[in-house]
Each structure stands twice: as C-alpha cells, then as structure tokens.
C-alpha cells in the first residue's frame, strides 16, 4: 500500500463526512426540486441497486475479514504460533486494500441518493441528521485504529502485543457500531417507528433506530459478515493455491483456505438461528408483509435460497472430506460419508420443495388441486426446519470427524465418551424428527414454537460433544502430521464456488430485504412514486445479482493484484513476517 | 472389471433409482419442474459422492477416460457423437414445439391477504381478526347449523358434500376446488382469510395468484357478512379442524 | 496448452452464477405492481377506459355508496340510477356534466327537493379524489343513462390541488374521544336514536358509524349545535333532532363529543 493510496482513502472519507454534514442544507432547497431525476440510460433504481450491493460487498468484506483476523491474532498470541500471526496479518492486508474502496462506493451511493432521490433523501435526513454525525465520527476512529493496528505490527510486537491485540478488538467494536447506525437507517426503511402518523418523528431519534427489525439485522449482518469475509478469504487462498509454483506455497495456501472455511463454516451454522429471529419480527411488525414475503410474491426467492444454502452445506462438507484426504488416520472415518451425504441430499430435497409449485394445468388435475397431496407436506415450515437443523448436526460431525482424523485418544474413558457424544447426536436428531412431525399435528401457533425447541436440541448437542471432545483428544496420539498443500485442487474449486454462492446469496437477501417494502420507500409512510415503483420479477433481479457479483469479483481481483504488485516490489525489503513453513508443521488444529 | 462395482456404474444406477422413485414413488405424480429440481440434487449428491476421495474419484473418471482416448473404442465414440446430439435435438424439439396446453405458471396457493377489505361499502378488516360468531358461545351449535344450510345451499356444489372438493361440477373446473378436508388448505389459515375469499372470490385474488386461476365468485352480493361467518365455522366444525390463531404482536 | 488459473476460476464462477440465474429466470416471473393511482391527464383513454375507472372509485375511494346507490334508495341521498339522462334537466341552465362536476365539488350549491346538503366535497379530505379522479367519477355518472362526453378541460385545474392524498391537512380536535363516548351514551342521549359503531341501537336518526369517512369536522360540529339548519337526512323524520345541546353540553363535552364521533371510520 502505497503512501498515495492511503491519502487518497483518507481524501474520500474527508469528502464523505463533509457531504454528510453539508446535505441538510441542500436538502433545505430541495422542496422546490423534483421528487426524482432520472439516471441516465440505466434508470436511478439499477443504479442505486448496484451500487449499494456492491457499497455493501465491500463493506462486508472489511467489516468481517478483521472480526476474524483479530480472533486469529489472539490464538497465534496465546499459543506463540507464528503462522497465526502472519495470517492475520495477511487478512487485515487484505482487508487494508479494501478499504478505500468502500469509501468511495459509499460516497457514490449518497451522490446518487442525495441526486436522483432528493425528497426520498430529504425524508430521511429530516429524521436521521443526527446520526450522520456520529457515522462520520465512527468512520474516522475505525480508519485511524485500523491504520494503527495494521503499520504498528512489528512495532506492538513482543511484550507491547497486548496492546495490538486491543487495538484489533477496539476497531471492531468500531466497526460494528458503524454497522449498527447504517443498520438502523435501513431497517427504518422496512418498519418504521417512532413517527408520526405523517411521518414526523414524534420523540427522540432513538426510536425510529430502535424499530422491529434492526437487533435482528445488526445481529444477522454481523454474522454473515463474518461468514462473508471467511468465504472470500478462503477464496483467495484457495486461488493463490491453484497458482502456487512451489509445494511450500502450496501448503500455506491450503492451510489459509481450511482456516479462512472454518471460520465461515462456524458462523454459518448459527446463521439460519439469526435468519428465523428477523422472520419473526418481520411478522411482528406487520403480518401483512411478513406473508408477502414468505407466501405471498416472494416465496419463489426462498426455494432459490434454499438452493443456494444447500449449496453451501453440501460445499462445506464436501471440502472437509476432501481435507481428510491429507490427513493419516482419517481413513477410518470414511464409511460415514455415504450417510452423511445422503442426510444432506435428503435436507436440501425437502428444504428446497415448493410451497407453491409451478405446475401446469394437466399436473394440477392430477394432483387434485394447485398444492400437492404429499409434498405439500414438505413445504411448510415444519419440514423444512427439520431439514435444516439435520444439516447443521451433519456438518457439525463432519466438523467433529475432521477433527479427530489424525488423532486417537489415550484417555481411559474415551470409550465412554465417544458413546455419550453418539447418543447426545442421535437424542438431538430424534428430539428434531420428533417435533417436526409433532408439528404437523398441532396448529400453527403451537408449531412455531416447536422450532425453539429443535435449535435447543441441537445446539445442546454441540456444547455436549465439544465439551468431551476437548478433554478427549488433549494429548492425543497422532497418528501422521497433516500433509497441507495435497489437498485435491478440486477442493480450492469448492472454496471458490463457497465464496461466488454466498456473495450471490448477499444479493438475493439485499433484494428480499428491500423487495418487501414493495412500492414503499418507507413503509407505510412515502410512497414510491417514481417510475421503477414496480418490485421486479425474480429472473430480473437475480440478472441484476449475477451482473454486480462479477463486477464485485472482478474489482476484488484487481486490489489484490494490485497488493500483489507492492509486495513483490518490496520482497524481502518490508522486513516483516516472513511467511511460516508450514509443510509437515505442527499437528495441531484450530 | 466388474461392471456392477465400477464407480461409474453406480453413479448411474443411483440417478436411475432416484429417477424411478421419484416418478413413479410419488402419488399423486410430483409437478416436473419439483422433479426436475430434485433430480438436480441427487445428481449434485451423486458428483459429490464419487469424488469424495481420489481413489474414487480416478475410478469414476476411468470409463469417462477410456471412451474419450482409448483408441479401441473409436466405434463408441462415433455412435456416441451421433446419440447425443440426436437425443439434445430432440429435447429441444420438444421444448420448441407447440403444445395444446397453457405453459406452466406460478401460483402462490395463499397469497397475502390484504390489511382490510371493503364489504358492501363497508371497511372490514381483515388482520387480526377473530370470527365473531365465536365469541356468543351459547349459540355455537346454531351458527353451526346455520352455516351447514348456507353451505349445503350454495358451496356444496363445488366444494362437495364431504367439503373433499369434490362435488358435482368440480370435474368441469381446473385447478377443481379446494379441498377443506386437507390439512393443508383451512387448517393453516386464519378464519378472516377464509372471509377474504369468500368475499371476493376468483376475481379478487391478487396478481400472483392469477385470477384467472379460479371460478370462485364474490358471494358478498349473495350472502351477509354473518352468513359467511357462520358458514367458515361450519366448515371447521365439519372437517374438524382448528383454524390458525393470529400471532400476538409485541 | 495450459489453461491459466485465472480463466478457470473465472468460468467456474460464472457457470455457478450462469446456473443460479437461469433458475431464477426459469421459473415463471411475477411482478408486484404498485396499486394505481389514477392519473389519465395527457394519456389518451376511451371513455370506457374512464368509465370503468370511475365505477372502481365509485365503490371505493369515493366512499359514494355510504349514501348513494344506483338502482335502490340510498340511506341518506338521492338514487344515481338514470342520473346520466336527469342530469341535463335538473338544474336550469346547466348541462349534465357541468351539473355533475358542479355537485361534486361545490355539492351544497344545488339540493335535490327533500334531501338535506350534507354532501361533502369530493375534492377535499377526508375523501380527496385528485382531478383524474374527479373526472372519471363523472365520466362513470354520465354513463348511467346518458352519453360520456367530458373531457378533463371540463374539470377545474385547481381540483384536488389543496392537498390532496396523504398531505391531508390532519384537523385535531383537542378532545377525549372516551370520554365523548361517554357524553354519547350518558349526558347526550345520543344513543336513543343514532347508532355509532358498536354502541346504540336507535333507528329514528342516521347510522353514524362511518361518519367520519364521509363527513367533514365542520359539518358535524354545526350539525350538533344546528341540527334544523343543517337539513334532515333523506328517509328520516324532521325536527326531531334536539336544537339545544348548545345550552346542555358543556364546552368539554361538545369536544368530547365531536371527537369521539371523528373517530368513527
């Protein structure tokens, strides 16, 4: 990173805050403006879609890359394991390279809104002035932290690397506070609170922040956002390992793949949990919405997700198989694959069948009616909640099997345990089939509740089987070191193919989210008027998703190339962590 | 080579399984496109399966090597890159060629009702709202009763004597009528749902529900708003099922 | 040849995204229209276009068949059946459609024989049809036995200008509509011949439970004070209405009152 690009980050940031604070003001002129101007050729909606989702991609990825990448410091500091250390590092480059970027995506989204929706904007400002100041404030002490944590590596090392560590976690707080406000302007948007009936706010700002919806999106983003920056993280790993020339470079690679995959795949199991608390404060909040948006005209977008998830669970466990390829000792583990594939093909089935199925007429008559006999029973919520908590138990034995491939335990009670945490797996599974079938014989209200008890059942059967776990296999027997970088290159295809599905899966949530305001700005209170107030089809939008996923893609290719670049300019000059070996090092795991 | 142990064998014969079962499992016949979709993921599954681990992995590729470099099979080849080819004309064929039927559409089986409708000029609101014939509890029987008349007077013709949708000139409609006795239909809604479509009917259904969908007429002409109360309680009372209670909002 | 990683990552992604977004397009499409706010000005639409539009109002928006019926005795006014055809005849010197757009904007300037003026102005809240609006609705009224001839020149521009829509000027009565609930069933004796929602049960004076959709905060204040002055509604018996509830409510009570019965929608 150049001193120049650094000025440059800080100049559009500076430009930022200062368009920020000045706005109002225009925005004092704009009653006399048009509602809306029209961008030209594309239309204002394309682009303010695209650009927010891109805005949006980036600012996941720097908000999520260095959640992780400080946990990754804190385990290098605690075990005295250089390779953490350097990876971290490695990820907050990254995230460094990002970073201005973001700015400028961010700027532009405010160009566009403050310029082809100026009372949409005005609107918004009238209520949210206050925290502008505060987002700008937040954007400068998170720019300064990180800029600090990342120049001052080598100079926080040894004895003062308490203080670096600190430094990570106080520009994640920062970050997840900047989350927070931008959060609560969108969250305004789909549930609205703290107005007037005309839609001037009534108290304080705090309770149009406070609304419905925005606890359970700060807490979703936060989680994806990991999920997000471990995905793209891996990616790039993953990359780097298809164009390694040397068998050393190779296993670094593959072991920041595994790494940055683990990370994802931890958060990614607790996502759905997040996902189901904002459905239900979306129905909360209005219940009209709420069937619109899971029944009404946006129900095909979730068989799509669903399609996309089990893509992710199928990838992610798939990868870990691959994984134990490397690993000596994970032979015995095999014959449970087939098992667990087939619980993973039957959990997509049923999570991606229809509630409302395409079907023609003929098909219709035969099935006696528009929603199927049988199947329809695999469409409601019922099944597919159980589809999804048996996901969850099957990567998390997959997760548990990997584990313990190269490692036998030498406890006396490990016969004991290793049963305990079989039945505590198989009383999970039987509490989750049993109250997904029970619910079908309960009405709904009943029903909802039950879903409670399956996520319980399950996440009590992780805590069961980790809490052995650990104690088990401490001072275990290895049976052969992980031979990093002979993973099959098919694998870094999969890490690829993870992070491509859930940038997409970003688009398609962004899109629900805002889709389900309809022809609202602001739900309930400003109408859209302008001429795209029309919510698009899905083939339209998932057109729109795929476009602006290869532009994120290809822009994130450039930064790194362009990382790339300095570092090979300065090889060996910069006098910084050196790369670990990492081929046949430790054994131990994450 | 054992034929039945190779790899690619196998794969093959799991997707003609799951194929088999899918088709010919599923009564009432599954809707291809749910086919289609299933079979994607078993075939997702089965990919994932043979390349699990190398061994396997080489194993599969095996055939797919041979006929592809093996100088011996040459004749498979060209009778392959004539098949194959044949066989995608073919379907496009019949993708492009013009059918006797209206392509497939997308149906949303409950759309989301509105927040109120207008009845007779009056606004009745539709969230939230109990039957009110429920809260008299004395006369619970005679609403009952009332409602079994109204329906035997008018619905009964559609929708059946067993409320099965099956009645006498539900083989003139298609999609036929709805089935009250399934668990999937009334059980799952709310009774002000059920007031919904019975007072607008066919031609009040919204955009993604295709109107033209549905030959249901708006009986707010014909019946009076208890009427339709009182026959929405028959038809539970009749396939003894509950209806959905509206969620308590905080 | 060596295919460079690049290029291959490159494809990967793009079938994955490729697949992703064929499904999604192959799927049937729907999209969700915002619902329509009519505005026909500079569009060119057949009268039947308009007719059709007018009718949906009619039912609707309008409010009109609170008091209005085509075909029946409405409750509180005049029969619209046949008004096409009457409309030229009615009031001297008037053709139908400026008839029509003259008893829709300013309805008191003409009263059939027996009805009381208590139509309020479309054009304003709480009803505030906007000027497309407007002309539709008497594009459908024409139709109802006489030819549509009119034409969006025939509507004044200034309809529906003085805040229209959600601009709608909020009057707040600084009353307690409980407590005027009260005053209703207790002190006013209302209750002995008007209905209002779910209290009352009289039949002798007008159903007030929608009141407030149709009417405007200053008629129903001058009503109460003013009842003869204000006419009888059509279909009930005149006088009946005490003229004195200026004297026996208090100024609290009247407030009260009137709020409680601007709640009523």
Redesign the interface.
Known sequence: MSARRRAGALLVLLGLAVLALTLPAAAQDAAKEPAYRAFPLLGSRLAVWAIAQLHLNFAAFILGVPIFAVIIEIIGWRTRDARYDWLSHEFVKLTFAAFSTTALLGALLLFLFAGYYPKFWTYMSSIFFPTYGIYAALFFAETFTVYLWYYGWDWLSGPRKGIHVALGVLSNLFGTAILLVANSWVTFMISPAGIT??GALKGSVWAAINNYTWMPINIHRLIANIVFGGTIAAAYA??RF??ATSDEERARYDWMGYIGNFVALSAFIVLPFAGYYLGREI???N??MG??MM???M??LW??QA??I??LF?GSN?YL??GM?RIPGSERY?RY??MM??I??FG??VW??????????????????????????LG?MSAKNTAVNMMILTTFLSFVLYRRANRISTRSWAGAGMLIQWAALVAAAVVVIFYGVYG?FV???VR?GFSVYQVMAVLGAIVVVMAIDIPMFRGARSTGAIRWGTI?P?SQ?VL??LA??FT?LMGLMGFARS?IR??WHVYGVM???SVD???????????V??VV??VF?ALV?FIFWLGGLSDRGQAGAHGHAPAPLIAGGSDEQA | MNVLRSRFTQAVLLLVLAFAIFKFGIRPPAPWSVLTLYMAIVFLATIVYVSSDSDSWREFLGPLRTTVMDPGKRPLRIALGIVIPVLLGYYAYTQAAAKPQAPPELRAVHPAPPASIQFRGKEITIAGVENPLRKDTASLGKHVAAGGEIYIKNCVYCHGDNLDGKGMFAYGFNPPPANFEDPGTIAMLQEAFLFWRIVKGGPGLPKESTPWNSVMPAWEDRLTEEQIWQVIMYLYAATNQQPRRWESSH | MRVPVGVKVGLVSLVVMGAYSGYANYIPQVQSKPPQELSLEGGHVTPAQLVKAGEEIFHTKGTCEICHRVGQKGTRAPDLAGIGARAGKTKPGMGAKQYLVESLLQPAAFIVEGYPPIMPAVDKPPIALNRSEVWAVVAFLESLGGTVDVTLDDIPATVGAGGGGAAAAEVKIPGDPKAGEAVFMGKGTCLACHIAGKVGAGKVGPDLSQIARIQTPDYIMAKILNPAGRGTVAGYPKGVMPQTFGQTLSAKEYTDLVAFLLTLK
């Open positions: 009936e005309s993953a990359f298809l164009g129905y909360a909040f219940q009209t069937i619109t029944g009404g005209f129900s095909w068989i799509i399609i996309l089990g893509v199928l798939y198989w691959l390829e095999r694959v087939p594939i087939g993973l093909a997509f089935m991606a069948t229809p509630r409302s199925m395409v079907i023609t007429l003929d098909e219709a008559r035969a099935m006696g009616g528009t929603h199927h006999p049988v199947l329809g029973f409601v079908y009405e709904s209200l909802i099959a098919r295809y690829i193919i491509v599905t997409w889709g309809q022809h109408v859209d008027k107030a029309a919510t698009p089809a899905i083939g339209y939008a998932a057109n998703i795929t996923t290869i893609f290719m």
